[in-house]
């Protein structure tokens, strides 16, 4: 668990991240470590950093290690753009046997077709607990039905997004790419998912899609909290570039000898967007700063707004004297065939315009016009906020330690502002 920020306006970017590294036993926080570096100088040629949050590993190795082994190769060499040096850093892993060994991916592979398993088995189970507590008698389906609609969820939230539109393949795999995986791995998936296949009576359209899960999960725009996976961010200049550039990315594990990397966000300065505030991982307090309101809360508002109405016309209706069952009946059935859609986003337009006129325009104007040192300061600010929050609740602490912050212009480069092994430069404003 992590914090970070990138600021960009006009005359810089600041990065700032905290150095608190999280280990968790089954999905839960259980401790702690400060002193890891998240935010690296990834060329000495250009400015550009690279910060990484989330997993600290990929596939047993840290990515400081990664990083490293790339700097050491390719450190030096000078790209016109920041997606540029992204796309060159994972051409770096692309095929990279000593890093990724064909051993380690297909332990690797085969660790993710049994945590595909395992996620199967726990969704099961809980469909067998809230069939059971909904129904009268506390009855529930047969295992084998129950595994059905647990393989038939799973199977449309990797293969449909959250608008159930099809997932898009991921851009870094070759056409055919599935077919590749199923005969390359074709040992373990006979293994792992014919095993489980074997052990269980299920219909054929179960068994069809248990059968393309095996691809599905590593060439699908996928990235769930159950397995590992990194965020990579990438901001600065390249060379010629007089606006600064950000993209991130998520990032997973080297099957097939393909790094599996998703974009995540870009951004780049414009007349259109001229300056640009973007939190990384945990982002609680910075969102509620830029919104005026706690992110859950505004949720939480959403969401039981669009209960509310039905409810409060229920009521309405059912006070009004002389209406007779019938003609209740007849005015709750016109009332649920009525759309109160487009009226409840007239309202939460306004609270929108509200947000944007009070809060979110004047803190983005203010950075617009903020010096380098100022941006520097105010990046590390944000982090800290974040930090804060967790200091004065009952939770663990998944942010804090050092805040390492460096400031990155076309004319000075990449400058180390604050970080426990790099001594920091003064930064001197040129008017």
Not at 148 to 157: E, N, P, T
Not at 312 to 320: N, P
Not at 390 to 419: N, R
Request: charged share 20%; with cysteine; net charge negative.
């Amino acid at each position: 668990m992590t914090s970070e920020v990138v600021l960009m306006n006009n005359k810089a970017v600041a990065v700032a991240a905290d150095s608190i590294v999280t280990v968790a036993v089954d999905g839960v926080p259980r401790k702690t470590y400060t002193g890891v570096n998240k935010l690296f100088e990834i060329s000495k040629g250009q400015p550009v950093a690279m910060m990484i949050y989330s997993n600290a590993e990929i596939m047993g190795l840290p990515w400081k290690t990664v990083i490293n082994a790339y700097k050491q190769k390719s450190g030096k060499r000078v790209f016109s753009s920041v997606q540029d040096y992204a796309n060159d850093f994972f051409s770096f892993l692309d095929g990279n046997s000593k890093l990724f060994t064909e051993k380690l991916q297909r332990e690797e592979y085969a660790l993710m077709l049994k945590s595909l398993i395992s996620t199967i088995e726990a969704r099961t189970h809980s469909l067998k607990t809230y069939i059971m507590s909904n129904d009268g008698n506390g009855n529930a389906p047969d295992h084998s039905s129950l595994l059905s609609m647990a393989i038939g969820q799973i199977f449309d939230r990797v293969s449909l997004d959250e608008w159930d539109e099809p997932r898009e393949n991921l851009d870094c795999y070759p056409s055919g790419f599935e077919n590749a995986i199923l005969k390359k791995y074709s040992n373990e998936i006979e293994i792992i998912i014919g095993g489980f296949l074997k052990r269980h009576d299920l219909p054929e359209a179960t068994v069809e899609k248990m059968n393309a899960l095996p691809y599905l999960i590593v060439t699908k725009h996928y990235f769930p909290q159950t397995w590992p996976y990194s965020g990579i961010v990438f901001a600065g200049y390249g060379k010629g570039q007089v606006q600064p550039e950000l993209c991130s990315y998520e990032v997973s594990n080297v099957i097939g000898s393909i790094i599996k990397r998703g974009n995540h966000i870009f951004a780049k300065l414009s007349t259109d967007e001229p300056v640009v505030i973007q939190p990384f991982a945990q982002d609680r307090m910075i969102r509620t700063l830029l919104y005026g309101i706690d992110p859950y809360l505004e949720s939480l508002v959403v969401h039981k707004t669009f209960e509310l109405v039905p409810r409060i016309m229920d009521q309405i209706l059912s006070s009004i004297p002389g209406l007779t069952d019938e003609q209740l009946e007849t005015v709750l059935d016109v009332m649920k065939n009525e759309d109160f859609s487009d009226t409840i986003n007239d309202f939460f337009g306004s609270i929108f315009q509200h947000q944007a006129v009070y809060h979110m325009v004047p803190i983005y104007s203010a950075i617009q016009a903020l010096p380098d040192h100022e941006l520097a300061n105010t990046a590390e600010a944000l982090v800290n906020l974040n930090s804060f929050q967790q200091q004065v609740s009952l939770e663990i602490e998944t942010i804090g330690g050092d805040i390492d912050v460096a400031l990155l212009t076309p004319s000075e480069g990449f400058v180390w502002v604050k970080h426990p092994k790099h001594k920091p430069k003064k930064i001197v404003e040129k008017v």
